[in-house]
Every structure is written in C-alpha cells, then in structure tokens.
Nanobody, 126 residues
Framework: QVQLVESGGGLVQAGGSLRLSCAASGRSFSTYAVGWFRQAPGKEREFVIRITGTGTGITINYANSVKGRFTISRDNAKNTVYLQMNSLKPEDTAVYYC?????????????????WGQGTQVTVSS
C-alpha cells in the first residue's frame, strides 16, 4: 500500500509559479510511475504530466496544455514527487491530484492508477 499526500496548492496570479509536492508513505513508490491529474469544476479529471523510470532512464510525458510550463521530478530519498508549475494561466485552476500506478508503467488514463492523494486546490487569478 502507498499513501499519497499532496501539498503546495494555493492562490497565484496568472504568470506566477507554484510547486506541488506529493509525499508517499507506506511502500516506497520509487519504482512506480507517478502522474499528476487535475479536475476543474464541471469537468472530467484530466492528465497533466507523468514520470516513469529511474535514474538516467527517467521519461516525462506532458499534456499538450502544459508543455513548456510544467515539469515533474522525484526525490526518491524523500519519497516525494514534485510538480513545478510555471507561467500559470487561469485555465490551470483545478484540484490537482498525484497518483501512483503501482507499476513502473504510466499512462494518461486515471483508471490505470492505483493510489491517489486527496488533492490540493490551485487557483490562478487573472
């Protein structure tokens, strides 16, 4: 079992930055694919970014909407994954969730992720 807790959300002005953290407890998730998803009011939960592999084999996949603005990283010593969000836009406003697949293999589909955090609100003002 892996328990995930997100933190770092808040209110930011358009063009600003936030860094979200996803801290894991229980089993280490260093070998698991980890993704970030978001859900805005009235919308489906959508894929944002994911990280797979370790060391020099790390691969990052982005939704087109966040390419060039968001990046993901992991600190295995801290059992934590980060989402760095730059150049934030009002349309980035959502509850952000981290999720671990339970395997090294990641997808963009929420159904493929086993472990989920409780979410953290990100609000970007105009």
């Amino acid at each position: 079992q892996v328990q995930l807790v997100e933190s770092g959300g808040g209110l930011v002005q358009a063009g600003g930055s936030l860094r979200l953290s996803c801290a894991a407890s229980g089993r280490s998730f260093s070998t698991y694919a980890v993704g970030w998803f978001r859900q805005a009011p009235g919308k489906e939960r959508e894929f944002v970014i994911r990280i797979t592999g370790t060391g020099t084999g790390i691969t990052i996949n982005y939704a087109n909407s966040v390419k060039g603005r968001f990046t993901i990283s992991r600190d295995n010593a801290k059992n934590t994954v980060y989402l760095q969000m730059n150049s934030l836009k009002p349309e980035d406003t959502a509850v952000y969730y981290c999720a671990a697949a339970g395997t090294p293999y990641g997808t963009s589909r929420p159904v493929d992720y086993t472990y989920w955090g409780q979410g953290t609100q990100v609000t970007v003002s105009s």
